[in-house]
């Protein structure tokens, strides 16, 4: 039996990338996971991927994967996947806000004002989307007076990355972390935000082998980068952590996590910190 037998998960955004690698990692220790996405069918996307794909291969790894197709821009949609969790577990131990509405033009270097207003959709599906999903699972959480809410995030909270609406969305996740984390630590329901490096999803792969120079930049050198279920490793460990508490309200680096849980990447690598280069989190455990 894997450390999170019996535990509920949502992960949301998991038809590929980040989240599919949270997906199977929690899985790959014994859980239930919802996973969300809008793809249903392959073509659907210019990426490889679906819900239902990351759902059997959660299977496969020894949990269970249950596919809900959710567009987390969608209120009604996110509050009919959470009435569904409580009526089919009555619980949720574990919900990973990862979906993001990541644009084509993203890493291309126009300035702000020379790039489309609908890149603000990245608050919309990054921010407020983490907002609404955490309010519904703080309803199933609170009762039990445990779970985790863990907000995926990255060195541009405090580094320029990309563009201006990015560094704003991971900023304000990092924040919102940490606020909701005030509010929650009383009933035992822990927050945090964690920063990823580079992550070698499908998406990040394809970029690498496109645009010219990406590889030789701070936030995407290949040789920092890690699995994309690396990070769930780290959540599933925090997940299991019976001090847990002492860390809600924190941005953390996952590569840090993973040296203090003894966690290596699925390739046994050991996955440095960029704490030196790209900077430190602002927001620390609650006291």
Not at 44 to 50: D, I, N
Not at 134 to 163: C, D, K, N, Q, W
Not at 231 to 256: V, W
């Amino acid at each position: 039996m894997g450390s999170l037998s019996g535990r509920v998960a949502v992960v949301t955004g998991a038809s590929r990338g980040i989240g599919k690698g949270i997906a199977l990692a929690l899985a790959g220790e014994g859980a239930t996971v919802y996973v969300t996405g809008r793809t249903v069918t392959d073509g659907e996307h210019p990426l490889p991927g679906t819900i239902g794909a990351t759902a059997a291969e959660c299977g496969e790894r020894g949990g269970t994967g249950i596919a809900v197709k959710v567009d987390h821009g969608r209120d009604a949609e996110v509050a009919a996947l959470f009435d569904r969790v409580e009526s089919e577990q009555g619980r949720l131990d574990i919900l990973v806000n990862n979906a993001f509405s990541l644009p084509e033009d993203l890493t291309d270097p126009e300035p702000f004002w020379e790039k489309p207003l609908s890149n603000w959709e990245m608050v919309d599906i990054g921010v407020r989307s983490n907002f609404v999903a955490a309010r519904h699972a703080a309803r199933l959480m609170v009762p039990r007076e445990s779970g985790l809410i863990a907000a995926i995030s990255g060195y541009t909270g405090v580094s320029y990355t990309y563009g201006v609406v990015f560094g704003t969305a991971k900023s304000a996740v990092d924040r919102m972390a940490r606020d909701m984390a005030v509010e929650l630590k009383p009933f035992g329901v822990a927050s945090v935000s964690l920063w990823q490096g580079l992550t070698m999803t499908e998406r990040a792969e394809r970029n690498l082998a496109m645009i010219p120079g990406l590889s030789g930049q701070a936030a995407t050198t290949p040789a920092h980068g890690c699995s994309p279920e690396y990070p769930g490793l780290i959540i599933a460990a925090l997940a299991g952590d019976p001090a847990l508490l002492r860390r809600t309200g924190g941005t953390f680096i996952t590569a840090e996590l993973g040296r203090d849980y003894g966690i290596t990447d699925i390739d046994g690598r050991e996955i440095p910190s960029l704490r030196d280069t790209r900077g430190g989190p602002i927001w620390s455990p609650i006291p």
